[in-house]
């Protein structure tokens, strides 16, 4: 592993002309520009010989101090670069390369370089530049009458080129869904108001992804576009109207932009991890990524209840019984909702009378635990806040204290809420109103995870702030939600349309991994057809989703019933692994296809041999040719495919699939046929 230490070189010092700096990735393809040659600094980006970020203002406005935007001059500039590799404890690919070109600019007030102290003071902008794109933030150290800030709005701006001859895809932000929506693709002047990540095509073919990372003790970035093409950002604010509340110094989140010739080369981007700090949790042998099944689908279809009663799901025979099913398959744990006093009613509101730590009288999670010990079997513990933070954590050491005694190692946890309407109470009692992405959540969301840490517990957060590559720096952020998943197709009206998934690989899953729960196989609980709320897929585009959809913990969300009627099928979600040695996106273009192929990680049970391969798209019908070069070229492979059947097709004919064999090599080449809304799903076991 390279380990080449960071250089720096002071180019400049205290320099009082306007100029411009450039600063290049090691490739020589990216070169982001700063310049305080205008009223206030700006920056702008070209990839090869095509300007992509047109000049875009920089700065901080505050409540009480003087902004920093009109009149700051560059002082001084440090250069740096990286060419260094870590490892990942589990992940996309095990190491991960670290390299780019640095340029650090500090920046004071004309006056007070004038010699007015009473003036603004001074900040500095660091550019990191990757051969995938680019980040840059805020640094604000201590100075004097800027002790405490509150930051009403930042003045960073994203100022696309030729805009008008620009795609975009998106979801509207600061809305009663969260991050829960369709994606919409449309021209950039429609998109008004947006979530990031947000995906850019330009008219020349270039994808751009706009997103944040390292999101600690600050507001999220949503994107308000004022003139066309040109985006601000816009701090998702406290109930009080202010963004930020800090004291300095501090550093803002890293603003990023990945950049490619194609859609593929975005899917293959280590950019929002590599602008993480590293782990901070030390020893993280005990994150364990794997597969779980669980008491939860059968809810979305009304099957069983969360709320007690004679449906009621979550008790100890039904839980056996899925332990029982979990251990037979080699399956990690069971996931189980609904077994903690507070269900009853109208749960989505019942945020003030959950109870973490109290089980229904039909559950029993000591005897359960001990069940699930002697199976090889762990429960996945699940905590519902329905957005009232305060009750929860109010109990949290409580609930996770008894997780801990009891064995159980992961949690899910809810925050159902209406955006706007997180319910904390404050200091003096009084009920006040916040959104999921505003900075007092993103710090509540961080305290949980710390919590968890403290007794080896991994959390995956449902209802979450976006991910912006903190799993790096905490490990034990196993996992998120954060975008519309699998349970709208029982009762989304509309569901999931069939580009959902293609889109999602370019849009949400740039941020990181998602808990979506693949592998539904009974399409037609509510009938066939696309009138009905069902998946709008094919059976073969479920199992496909294991390998595109990446999360080190998958679920395989149907019923048990449902599986042992097709194991044949279910046979490809028993063999994939959630953790691997690497992966490539091979092919694909956003919300119509895509191709991923993913090496096994060696494991205990696993041999880090196999590849596995996974091809969905949207509603059209495609055939695709892959070469099989990533395979290992001194080995050959059984390829296991299980592909749509010649007459299969999502609306009234999703089961029609084949599973057959061939022995191939990395000189060999593929043709997927995927039917409409279908997939293909490949384990090339090492001969």
Same mark, same amino acid.
């Given at each position: 592993?390279?380990?080449?230490?960071?250089?720096?070189?002071i180019?400049c010092?205290?320099?009082?002309?306007?100029?411009?700096?450039?600063?290049?990735?090691?490739?020589?393809?990216?070169?982001?520009s700063?310049?305080?040659e205008?009223n206030?600094?700006q920056y702008?980006a070209?990839? &090869?010989? !095509? +300007? /992509?970020?047109?000049?875009?203002?920089?700065g901080?406005?505050?409540?009480q101090? #003087?902004?920093? @935007?009109?009149g700051?001059k560059?002082?001084?500039?440090?250069k740096?670069?990286?060419?260094?590799?870590w490892?990942?404890?589990?992940?996309?690919?095990?190491?991960v390369?670290?390299?780019?070109?640095?340029?650090?600019?500090?920046?004071?007030?004309?006056e007070?370089?004038?010699?007015?102290?009473?003036?603004?003071?001074?900040?500095?902008v660091?550019?990191?530049?990757?051969d995938?794109g680019?980040?840059?933030?805020?640094?604000?150290?201590?100075?004097? &009458?800027? !002790? +405490? /800030?509150?930051?009403?709005?930042?003045?960073?701006?994203f100022?696309?080129?030729? #805009?008008?001859? @620009?795609?975009?895809?998106?979801?509207?932000?600061?809305?009663?869904?969260?991050?829960?929506?369709?994606?919409?693709?449309?021209?950039?002047?429609?998109?008004?108001?947006?979530?990031t990540?947000?995906?850019?095509?330009?008219?020349?073919?270039?994808?751009?992804?706009?997103?944040?990372?390292?999101?600690?003790?600050?507001?999220?970035?949503?994107?308000?576009?004022?003139?066309?093409?040109?985006?601000?950002?816009?701090?998702?604010?406290?109930?009080?109207?202010?963004?930020?509340?800090?004291?300095?110094?501090f550093?803002?989140?890293?603003?990023?932009?990945?950049?490619?010739?194609?859609?593929?080369?975005?899917l293959n981007?280590?950019?929002?991890?590599?602008l993480?700090?590293p782990?901070?949790?030390?020893?993280?042998?005990w994150v364990?990524?794997?597969?779980?099944?669980?008491?939860?689908?059968?809810?979305?279809?009304?099957?069983?209840?969360?709320?007690?009663?004679?449906?009621?799901?979550?008790?100890?025979?039904?839980?056996?019984?899925?332990?029982?099913?979990?251990a037979?398959?080699?399956?990690?744990?069971?996931l189980?909702e609904?077994?903690?006093?507070?269900?009853d009613?109208?749960w989505?509101?019942?945020?003030?009378?959950?109870?973490?730590?109290?089980?229904?009288?039909?559950?029993?999670?000591?005897?359960?635990?001990a069940?699930?010990?002697?199976?090889?079997?762990?429960l996945?513990?699940?905590?519902?806040?329905?957005?009232?933070?305060?009750?929860?954590?109010?109990?949290?050491?409580?609930?996770?204290?008894?997780?801990?005694?009891?064995?159980?190692?992961?949690?899910?946890?809810?925050?159902?809420?209406?955006?706007?309407n997180?319910?904390?109470?404050?200091?003096?009692?009084?009920?006040?109103?916040?959104?999921?992405?505003?900075q007092?959540?993103?710090?509540?969301?961080?305290?949980?995870?710390?919590?968890?840490?403290?007794?080896?517990?991994?959390?995956?957060?449902?209802?979450?702030i976006?991910?912006?590559?903190?799993r790096?720096t905490?490990?034990?952020?196993?996992a998120r939600e954060?975008?519309?998943?699998q349970?709208?197709?029982?009762?989304?009206?509309?569901?999931n349309?069939p580009?959902?998934?293609?889109?999602?690989?370019?849009?949400?899953?740039?941020?990181?991994?998602?808990?979506?729960?693949?592998g539904?196989?009974?399409?037609?609980?509510?009938?066939?057809?696309?009138k009905?709320?069902?998946?709008q897929?094919?059976?073969a585009?479920?199992?496909?989703?294991?390998?595109?959809?990446?999360?080190?913990?998958?679920?395989?969300?149907?019923?048990?019933?449902?599986?042992?009627?097709?194991l044949d099928?279910?046979?490809?979600?028993?063999?994939?692994?959630?953790?691997?040695?690497?992966?490539?996106?091979?092919?694909?273009?956003?919300?119509d296809f895509?191709?991923?192929?993913?090496?096994?990680?060696?494991?205990?049970?696993?041999?880090?041999?196999?590849w596995?391969?996974?091809?969905?798209?949207?509603?059209?019908?495609?055939?695709?040719d892959?070469?099989?070069?990533?395979?290992?070229?001194?080995?050959?492979?059984?390829?296991?495919?299980?592909?749509d059947?010649?007459?299969?097709?999502?609306?009234?004919?999703?089961?029609?699939?084949?599973?057959?064999?061939?022995?191939?090599?990395?000189?060999?080449k593929l043709?997927?046929?995927?039917?409409?809304?279908?997939?293909?799903?490949?384990?090339?076991k090492?001969?």
């Amino acid at each position: 592993m390279k380990n080449i230490l960071l250089l720096l070189l002071i180019s400049c010092s205290f320099i009082t002309h306007a100029q411009t700096l450039q600063v290049a990735s090691p490739n020589g393809k990216l070169k982001v520009s700063i310049s305080d040659e205008t009223n206030q600094p700006q920056y702008s980006a070209s990839f &090869g010989v !095509e +300007q /992509i970020i047109e000049p875009s203002a920089l700065g901080l406005v505050f409540k009480q101090q #003087a902004a920093f @935007t009109d009149g700051f001059k560059i002082v001084n500039t440090t250069k740096g670069s990286n060419d260094t590799s870590w490892e990942l404890p589990w992940g996309e690919r095990r190491v991960v390369t670290d390299k780019y070109n640095e340029l650090l600019v500090e920046l004071h007030n004309s006056e007070l370089i004038a010699g007015n102290k009473d003036s603004a003071g001074t900040y500095s902008v660091r550019i990191r530049v990757f051969d995938d794109g680019f980040g840059f933030r805020y640094e604000v150290p201590k100075q004097a &009458g800027y !002790e +405490q /800030i509150e930051i009403v709005k930042e003045n960073t701006e994203f100022a696309l080129n030729n #805009a008008d001859k @620009t795609t975009a895809w998106w979801i509207p932000a600061r809305g009663w869904n969260r991050y829960e929506y369709t994606y919409n693709e449309t021209p950039v002047y429609q998109a008004q108001h947006v979530h990031t990540p947000v995906t850019f095509k330009t008219d020349t073919g270039i994808h751009l992804s706009i997103h944040e990372a390292a999101l600690v003790d600050y507001a999220a970035m949503t994107l308000n576009q004022r003139r066309p093409g040109r985006y601000v950002a816009d701090l998702t604010p406290w109930y009080d109207g202010i963004a930020v509340k800090t004291k300095t110094d501090f550093t803002s989140p890293w603003r990023t932009i990945q950049v490619s010739k194609d859609a593929k080369g975005l899917l293959n981007s280590d950019l929002i991890l590599n602008l993480n700090e590293p782990n901070k949790l030390g020893d993280v042998s005990w994150v364990n990524p794997g597969k779980y099944v669980g008491i939860w689908w059968e809810m979305h279809v009304n099957k069983s209840t969360w709320g007690s009663g004679d449906k009621h799901g979550a008790t100890t025979d039904n839980t056996k019984h899925f332990m029982d099913f979990a251990a037979k398959y080699g399956f990690d744990g069971v996931l189980v909702e609904g077994w903690n006093i507070g269900w009853d009613g109208d749960w989505f509101f019942n945020g003030d009378v959950f109870s973490f730590t109290e089980n229904y009288d039909d559950f029993d999670i000591k005897q359960l635990t001990a069940y699930g010990a002697e199976k090889g079997v762990k429960l996945i513990g699940h905590h519902e806040t329905s957005g009232n933070v305060t009750n929860y954590r109010d109990q949290m050491q409580g609930a996770l204290d008894l997780y801990a005694e009891l064995g159980v190692e992961q949690i899910k946890t809810g925050y159902v809420a209406d955006g706007g309407n997180i319910k904390r109470i404050d200091k003096n009692g009084i009920v006040r109103k916040e959104w999921h992405d505003g900075q007092f959540m993103v710090n509540e969301y961080l305290y949980n995870i710390t919590e968890a840490a403290k007794r080896k517990i991994s959390i995956n957060t449902h209802e979450p702030i976006k991910d912006t590559g903190l799993r790096r720096t905490y490990p034990n952020w196993i996992a998120r939600e954060g975008a519309r998943g699998q349970e709208f197709n029982a009762w989304g009206s509309p569901p999931n349309p069939p580009e959902h998934l293609p889109m999602l690989a370019f849009t949400r899953m740039l941020a990181g991994p998602m808990d979506f729960t693949p592998g539904i196989f009974d399409m037609s609980f509510n009938g066939l057809g696309d009138k009905t709320n069902r998946p709008q897929t094919t059976l073969a585009k479920q199992l496909a989703s294991y390998v595109v959809l990446y999360s080190p913990i998958q679920m395989a969300a149907d019923l048990p019933e449902n599986y042992e009627a097709k194991l044949d099928a279910f046979q490809f979600i028993v063999d994939v692994p959630t953790d691997w040695e690497e992966s490539i996106a091979l092919d694909g273009a956003v919300g119509d296809f895509v191709v991923f192929a993913r090496k096994a990680r060696a494991t205990k049970r696993y041999s880090g041999d196999d590849w596995f391969l996974g091809a969905i798209t949207n509603n059209d019908a495609r055939s695709i040719d892959i070469d099989l070069t990533f395979l290992d070229t001194d080995k050959k492979y059984e390829a296991q495919i299980y592909r749509d059947g010649d007459k299969a097709e999502w609306k009234h004919n999703p089961y029609d699939y084949v599973i057959e064999k061939k022995v191939v090599s990395s000189t060999d080449k593929l043709t997927l046929t995927l039917a409409s809304s279908g997939g293909t799903a490949i384990r090339f076991k090492a001969l």
